[in-house]
């Protein structure tokens, strides 16, 4: 099983990033996926999630700033960040969970830095 998250970076404040993750080895159509982020010395914390479903869940702060979509046909899995703020800055990663039985599985994660 491989997640593989791309499109970090450094950004300056109020702008945009988006960020990818390529699955394999998953049944990527019946697993729900989502985006985390963690800080040092911080909890990993979702930040939006998909489900195989196509429905979708966003952290608070991130509401009408950031957009989670999948692409079955691609087996990937996409985070478009808008107005960002310093506050977003993070590793990334990626989750998928297998409907079935939760099986979940991280990818490697990629850094989001929002700075002037």
């Known amino acids: 099983v491989q997640l593989q998250a791309c499109g970090g970076g450094l950004v300056q404040p109020g702008g945009s990033l988006s960020l990818s993750c390529a699955a394999s080895g998953i049944i990527f159509s019946l697993s729900d996926m989502s985006w985390y982020r963690q800080t040092p010395g911080k909890q990993r914390e979702l930040v939006a999630g998909?489900?195989?479903?196509?429905?979708?869940n966003y952290a608070d702060s991130v509401k009408g700033r950031f957009t989670i979509s999948r692409d079955n046909a691609k087996n990937s899995v996409y985070l478009q960040m808008n107005s960002l703020k310093p506050e977003d800055t993070a590793v990334y990663y990626c989750n998928s969970e297998f409907r079935r039985n939760h099986r979940a599985y991280w990818g490697q994660g990629t850094q989001v830095t929002v700075s002037s």
């Open positions: 998909i489900s195989s479903f196509g429905s979708t």
